[in-house]
């Protein structure tokens, strides 16, 4: 049986909440309060649910968060943040964003997400089959190409 979601569409504008959501992620690991593991370098549920709490307008799915578990995921594509330990740490560039994020930091991130992404976002979801069998998937960096010619086409 099909099920259709009823829920209303809605649209999130979402320029200037990313700038106060870079900003708000790079100062909670500046104090330290971003933690990831060193070997997957997911961040942590402690850490999604601080990041969570922070975030401009909330995360997208309260049940589910995305916003939260990405931020420190891009920080760390970008080269804004590495992991100390499991401490994610700015670097030198993400300090200098800190001072003050603009629109080319974010598009930055953009930019290293698509080739450099820590990890395969269909990790998170366990109903994918598949996923640890070689030639089963395509790509994320494939995936992510795609993703970004689609955005494209939305101007």
């Not at 976002?121 to 996923?131: A, D, W």
């Amino acid at each position: 049986m099909n099920r259709v979601d009823s829920s209303p569409e809605l649209e999130r504008l979402t320029e200037q909440e990313a700038f106060a959501n870079l900003r708000t992620v790079l100062e909670l690991c500046a104090a330290g309060e971003v933690k990831c593991s060193d070997k997957t370098s997911r961040p942590s549920a402690a850490t999604i649910r601080t990041i969570g709490s922070h975030l401009a307008q909330g995360d997208f799915y309260a049940e589910d968060p995305i916003a939260a578990f990405a931020w420190p995921l891009l920080l760390q594509a970008g080269g804004f943040a590495a992991l100390d330990g499991t401490r994610l740490r700015l670097t030198p560039k993400g300090r200098s964003v800190l001072g003050k994020p603009s629109a080319e930091s974010i598009r930055h991130l953009w930019r290293r997400w698509l080739t450099h992404a820590v990890i395969d976002e269909f990790s998170r979801i366990e109903q994918i089959k598949g996923q640890h069998a070689p030639n089963v998937l395509t790509s994320a960096k494939t995936r992510r190409r795609m993703v970004a010619t689609g955005v494209g086409h939305l101007s």
